[in-house]
Protein backbone atom coordinates (compact mmCIF):
# COMPACT_ATOMS: atom_id res chain seq x y z
CA UNK A 1 0.00 0.00 0.00
CA UNK A 2 1.42 3.36 -0.65
CA UNK A 3 1.14 6.50 1.37
CA UNK A 4 -0.04 9.76 0.19
CA UNK A 5 1.78 12.43 1.65
CA UNK A 6 -1.07 15.23 2.45
CA UNK A 7 0.90 18.05 3.34
CA UNK A 8 2.23 18.16 -0.09
CA UNK A 9 -1.40 19.86 -0.51
CA UNK A 10 -0.52 22.34 1.18
CA UNK A 11 1.99 24.77 -0.32
CA UNK A 12 0.23 28.00 -0.93
CA UNK A 13 -1.76 29.00 2.22
CA UNK A 14 -3.03 32.78 2.09
CA UNK A 15 -2.09 33.68 -1.15
CA UNK A 16 -5.66 33.49 -2.67
CA UNK A 17 -6.49 36.26 0.29
CA UNK A 18 -3.71 38.84 -1.42
CA UNK A 19 -4.92 38.01 -4.73
CA UNK A 20 -8.52 39.39 -3.89
CA UNK A 21 -7.43 42.89 -2.16
CA UNK A 22 -5.20 43.29 -5.61
CA UNK A 23 -8.07 42.82 -7.65
CA UNK A 24 -10.13 44.84 -5.20
CA UNK A 25 -7.41 47.42 -5.90
CA UNK A 26 -7.44 47.38 -9.47
CA UNK A 27 -10.91 47.33 -9.97
CA UNK A 28 -11.84 50.31 -7.54
CA UNK A 29 -8.64 52.25 -9.42
CA UNK A 30 -10.70 51.49 -12.50
CA UNK A 31 -13.70 52.74 -11.14
CA UNK A 32 -12.46 56.03 -10.17
CA UNK A 33 -10.79 56.36 -13.61
CA UNK A 34 -14.30 55.73 -14.81
CA UNK A 35 -15.75 58.76 -12.26
CA UNK A 36 -13.32 61.07 -13.77
CA UNK A 37 -13.72 60.21 -17.42
CA UNK A 38 -17.31 60.79 -16.90
CA UNK A 39 -17.31 64.01 -14.66
CA UNK A 40 -14.59 65.49 -17.85
CA UNK A 41 -17.13 64.94 -20.43
CA UNK A 42 -19.87 66.26 -18.34
CA UNK A 43 -18.00 69.45 -18.52
CA UNK A 44 -17.04 69.00 -22.43
CA UNK A 45 -21.16 69.01 -23.27
CA UNK A 46 -21.65 71.62 -21.23
CA UNK A 47 -18.79 73.78 -22.84
CA UNK A 48 -20.02 72.59 -26.23
CA UNK A 49 -23.76 73.27 -25.51
CA UNK A 50 -22.93 76.97 -24.07
CA UNK A 51 -20.74 77.62 -27.23
CA UNK A 52 -23.69 76.52 -29.89
CA UNK A 53 -26.34 78.53 -28.23
CA UNK A 54 -23.85 81.58 -28.26
CA UNK A 55 -23.23 81.00 -31.75
CA UNK A 56 -26.98 80.42 -32.86
CA UNK A 57 -27.99 83.23 -30.93
CA UNK A 58 -25.11 85.45 -32.16
CA UNK A 59 -26.45 84.15 -35.93
CA UNK A 60 -30.05 85.66 -34.50
CA UNK A 61 -28.86 88.89 -33.83
CA UNK A 62 -27.46 89.30 -37.24
CA UNK A 63 -30.47 88.37 -38.86
CA UNK A 64 -32.48 90.58 -36.57
CA UNK A 65 -30.40 93.12 -38.07
CA UNK A 66 -31.13 92.21 -41.89
CA UNK A 67 -34.57 92.14 -41.14
CA UNK A 68 -34.33 95.40 -39.64
CA UNK A 69 -31.98 96.84 -42.01
CA UNK A 70 -32.72 100.52 -41.47
CA UNK A 71 -33.30 100.60 -38.00
CA UNK A 72 -29.66 98.63 -37.52
CA UNK A 73 -28.04 101.03 -39.80
CA UNK A 74 -29.51 104.26 -37.40
CA UNK A 75 -27.62 102.45 -34.46
CA UNK A 76 -30.95 100.99 -32.95
CA UNK A 77 -28.69 97.90 -32.62
CA UNK A 78 -25.69 99.33 -30.98
CA UNK A 79 -24.58 98.60 -27.80
CA UNK A 80 -27.00 100.01 -24.63
CA UNK A 81 -29.88 100.38 -27.25
CA UNK A 82 -33.23 98.81 -25.94
CA UNK A 83 -33.48 96.46 -28.56
CA UNK A 84 -30.03 94.99 -27.96
CA UNK A 85 -30.90 94.93 -24.20
CA UNK A 86 -34.07 93.06 -25.11
CA UNK A 87 -32.01 90.62 -26.80
CA UNK A 88 -29.20 90.33 -24.56
CA UNK A 89 -31.53 89.45 -21.59
CA UNK A 90 -32.77 86.79 -23.38
CA UNK A 91 -29.11 85.48 -24.20
CA UNK A 92 -28.68 86.05 -20.46
CA UNK A 93 -31.76 83.56 -20.17
CA UNK A 94 -30.14 80.93 -22.35
CA UNK A 95 -26.55 81.05 -21.59
CA UNK A 96 -26.42 82.00 -18.07
CA UNK A 97 -25.18 85.08 -15.83
CA UNK A 98 -22.07 86.71 -16.91
CA UNK A 99 -22.19 86.52 -20.81
CA UNK A 100 -21.99 90.23 -22.39
CA UNK A 101 -22.64 91.18 -25.89
CA UNK A 102 -21.62 94.28 -27.89
CA UNK A 103 -22.27 95.50 -31.06
CA UNK A 104 -19.83 97.94 -33.20
CA UNK A 105 -20.91 99.52 -36.15
CA UNK A 106 -18.24 101.11 -38.44
CA UNK A 107 -20.90 102.44 -41.62
CA UNK A 108 -22.48 99.51 -42.80
CA UNK A 109 -20.26 96.71 -41.34
CA UNK A 110 -21.11 95.71 -37.63
CA UNK A 111 -19.39 93.47 -35.27
CA UNK A 112 -20.80 91.55 -32.98
CA UNK A 113 -18.93 90.07 -29.99
CA UNK A 114 -19.98 87.89 -27.26
CA UNK A 115 -18.16 87.19 -24.16
CA UNK A 116 -18.61 84.84 -21.52
CA UNK A 117 -17.12 82.75 -18.91
CA UNK A 118 -16.08 79.11 -19.45
CA UNK A 119 -15.25 78.75 -15.46
CA UNK A 120 -18.32 75.88 -14.80
CA UNK A 121 -17.60 73.81 -18.02
CA UNK A 122 -13.89 74.37 -19.06
CA UNK A 123 -11.42 71.29 -18.80
CA UNK A 124 -8.59 72.63 -16.47
CA UNK A 125 -5.38 72.18 -17.08
CA UNK A 126 -2.59 72.23 -15.03
CA UNK A 127 -1.72 76.02 -15.71
CA UNK A 128 -5.15 77.05 -17.21
CA UNK A 129 -7.05 80.13 -15.18
CA UNK A 130 -9.88 79.26 -13.42
CA UNK A 131 -12.14 81.91 -14.93
CA UNK A 132 -10.99 81.76 -19.20
CA UNK A 133 -13.25 83.84 -20.99
CA UNK A 134 -14.05 83.09 -24.48
CA UNK A 135 -15.68 85.49 -27.12
CA UNK A 136 -17.32 84.90 -30.71
CA UNK A 137 -17.30 87.55 -33.02
CA UNK A 138 -19.44 87.64 -36.21
CA UNK A 139 -18.97 90.61 -38.68
CA UNK A 140 -21.82 91.56 -40.49
CA UNK A 141 -22.31 94.04 -44.06
CA UNK A 142 -25.40 95.28 -44.68
Given amino acids: MHMIDI ?18 LVVTVGLLGLAALQTQSLKSNHSSFIRSNVTHMGYDLGERMRLFEAEALNGEFNT ?39 SRGRIQGPQAGANENVTFSYILEL
Fill in 7 to 24: NIFKKQSGTSLIEVLIAV
Fill in 80 to 118: GSARLTTWQNRLTDIVGNGVTATVAQNGNAFTISIQWSE
